[in-house]
């Protein structure tokens, strides 16, 4: 039986086409978050497993892979007692740990307030379907050391323009604050100790309904009266929508008696962005009931969502307890992050150089020295060039080089001496 020739589960193979509109799409992001004010910075593939595995990951440790310790022996394998004894390094699930990790290597060389791009691979051991891969391109941007809002707004702001500037229309950016989420509860009647456990099943309410999570929350046990409470929350008449992101509005959204100082502080992050972003573009939205399942969130979280998609295009959140976690001392933080293989199907860009994508179809008796002067003197001239033999079925490698980004194409003879006797002819499709 012939061994199989493709890729291993969840992970893909580009061809030139497809990675050529990918690094297009990729060069739009990188240029957006620079031109906000971002760096790009670059981290290990691989951390060491107990970072991976500190309890800062969330439900992704467990799909994080392991890279086996070397040399293990018979005796070390069967010593072991579970399967984490045998790796002591792993692949990154995510980029937001080896960020933590990064900042706390390089502080005294990073400005007061570090404003990071990261845009590379990540690793998780998932179940391949629609949508979900093993390996994918995560784009990040966080900023270190900014307690205030600002941070939330600079984040926010930029992630709008790419947005924009991929051309990606009717996306909405929902926000939302972890602090809010536990204060409405606490209201509702909810113990603290058991805030995340109901959040589970909170953060399902777009998949099952407000009967739904009652129900799965009463099948939970949760006591009576609190889930009454919630119950008659999310079933009450909803109160007038207003066009304006304010306090007034975000109170109204929520039961009585949360946190006033974080609803003003979310109404001041929408009321900047929307003051600076005018009308256009991806829009706001507050959503009560966000709750990001990332336990690392600390305050603000955020996710972006769009009307042909049943699932987001990105999120992020402040998460000031993790790089503390490392460095001993606490650093505010807030990242956000676009999940690449998800937008990138929506975005139709333009190969801005397809008209500098020339090819030389040469007969098999041309000098090879004047086929690299040929394309040498082009190349100076700014063309992408490609030599290609002549084939017996020319049409066929027409259609190649057209379907390679190729705009057109010139034949190459004995007797041609220099670029300006080359006859240039547009290839189909172009």
Not at 49 to 76: C, I, P, Q, W
Not at 223 to 249: G, I, K, N, S
Not at 331 to 336: C, D, E, L, Q
Request: net charge negative.
């Amino acid at each position: 039986m012939a061994s199989t020739v493709n890729p291993p589960r969840g992970m893909r193979d580009f061809l030139p086409a497809d990675k050529a509109h990918r690094e297009r799409v990729l060069g739009v992001i990188r240029g957006s978050y620079r031109a906000h004010g971002f760096d790009e910075i670059e981290t290990p593939v691989m951390e060491d497993s107990s970072r991976l595995h500190s309890g800062l990951g969330g439900d992704n440790e467990k799909l994080a892979f392991a890279v086996m310790k070397r040399g293990l022996t018979a005796d070390k394998l069967q010593a072991a007692s579970e399967a984490l004894d045998l790796a002591d390094l792993g692949l990154r699930f995510d980029l937001t740990v080896p960020l933590a990790r990064f900042y706390a290597t390089h502080r005294a060389e990073l400005p007061k307030v570090f404003r990071a791009i990261q845009i590379a691979p990540v690793w998780r051991a998932e179940r391949p379907q629609k949508g979900r891969y093993r390996q994918f391109v995560q784009c990040d941007i966080d900023i270190m050391g900014e307690p205030g809002a600002s941070a939330e707004i600079e984040l926010i702001t930029a992630t709008a323009a790419t947005l924009d500037a991929l051309g990606i229309e009717g996306c909405t950016i929902r926000i939302n604050d972890r602090r809010l989420l536990t204060s409405a509860l606490t209201a509702l009647g909810f113990p603290s100790k058991e805030h995340e456990s109901v959040l589970i099943t909170v953060d399902k309410l777009d998949k099952l309904g407000a009967d739904g999570v009652v129900a799965e929350l009463r099948e939970r046990a949760f006591p009576d009266a609190p889930v009454a409470a919630l119950a008659e929350f999310l079933t009450r008449p909803q109160p007038e929508t207003t066009p304006e992101f304010t306090a007034d509005a975000i109170r109204a959204a929520l039961p009585a008696g949360v946190n006033e100082a974080v609803i003003a502080e979310i109404a001041t992050i929408g009321h900047a962005v929307e003051a600076g972003r005018g009308t256009s573009g991806a829009l706001i939205e507050f959503d009560p009931w966000l709750v990001r399942g990332m336990g690392y969130y600390t305050g603000a979280i955020f996710e972006v969502a769009h009307p042909s998609l049943g699932y987001s295009l990105g999120g992020g959140g402040r998460y000031d307890g993790m790089i503390g976690r490392f460095l001993g001392s606490e650093v505010p933080a807030v990242g956000f992050s676009l999940g690449f293989e998800r937008l990138v199907d929506l975005v139709e860009l333009d190969d801005a150089d397809s008209d500098d994508q020339v090819a030389l179809v040469y007969d098999a008796d041309v000098d090879a020295a004047t086929l690299v002067r040929l394309q040498a003197e082009l190349i100076r001239d700014g063309k992408r060039v490609r030599l290609e033999l002549r084939p017996r079925k020319l049409p066929q490698l027409l259609d190649q080089l057209s379907e390679s980004g190729f705009t057109s194409f010139a034949t190459v003879r004995t007797d041609t001496l220099s670029v300006a006797s080359l006859e240039f002819k547009p290839l189909s499709g172009q």
